[in-house]
């Protein structure tokens, strides 16, 4: 079976510029997470969708936005792109949303703004 | 709100000798806790989770960790590491709590480089 694919594998953008990163949960996954991993850093919680609905969000501003889709695969935007935004952009699927559920990771979307 | 730390950054370690990784959280609720692994330029793999029962929790690649509930610490140990294990290795949790899913907060990771 697929496991969680994530798509673009990099991305070169300039500042103030938007981008769009998607994912791909493994099938029969309900639950999808973004995480940011800046360079040298663990990754930070963005957002949890499942059933289409956001069910947590970190402490992100609001040029971070994110929505799943009716096959559970889901988009992260990003508008007006700062040089912070520079990262590794990391997507997850779980099962459920239960706090044992581990999670499933993509090999993420390394996003780099000139 | 949680926080995990992670004390060592780097491990320098030779092949074939003993590692521990050491990870202490901290949180208002009781937590699952889970360590994962990232290769280079690769997303996160799980490594092994701690959910209930025996607090001392195994991989299939000779990794052990011990949950310490009252020094809140998760320790990640292997007796005899190989080149493959340069890594670098995250420790998580995440809440008990329903309604809080099961989004993980990460410690900042330790990279191990073993070397020959």
């Known amino acids: 079976d697929a496991g969680v694919t994530q798509s673009p594998t990099h991305l070169i953008k300039t500042r103030g510029q938007h981008v769009t990163l998607r994912c791909s949960p493994i099938?029969?996954?309900?639950?999808v997470s973004w995480y940011q991993q800046v360079l040298g850093q663990g990754p930070q919680f963005i957002f949890q969708?499942?059933?289409?609905?956001?069910?947590g969000r970190g402490n992100f501003p609001d040029r971070f936005s994110a929505r799943q889709f009716p096959n559970y695969s889901s988009e992260l935007n990003v508008n007006a792109l700062l040089l912070g935004d520079s990262a590794l952009y990391l997507c997850?699927?779980?099962?459920?949303?239960?706090?044992?559920?581990?999670?499933?990771f993509g090999d993420g979307t390394r996003l780099s703004i000139l | 709100a949680q926080s995990v730390t992670q004390l060592d950054s780097q491990v320098p370690v030779f092949e074939e000798a003993p590692v521990e990784l050491r990870c202490n959280y901290s949180s208002s609720v009781s937590v699952y806790l889970f360590w994962y692994v990232q290769y280079p330029n690769q997303g996160l793999q799980l490594l092994l989770k701690y959910l209930s029962g025996s607090t001392l929790v195994e991989s299939i690649n000779g990794f052990e960790a011990e949950f310490n509930k009252s020094q809140t610490s998760f320790h990640l140990r292997k007796p005899s590491v190989h080149i493959s294990d340069t890594a670098e290795y995250f420790c998580a949790v995440s809440d008990k709590v329903k309604a809080a899913g099961n989004k993980l907060t990460f410690g900042g990771g330790t990279r191990v480089l073993v070397k020959p």
């Open positions: 099938s029969g996954h309900k639950s």
């Open positions: 969708y499942y059933e289409k609905e956001e069910r």
């Open positions: 997850a699927s779980s099962l459920f949303l239960q706090g044992n559920q581990p999670q499933h």
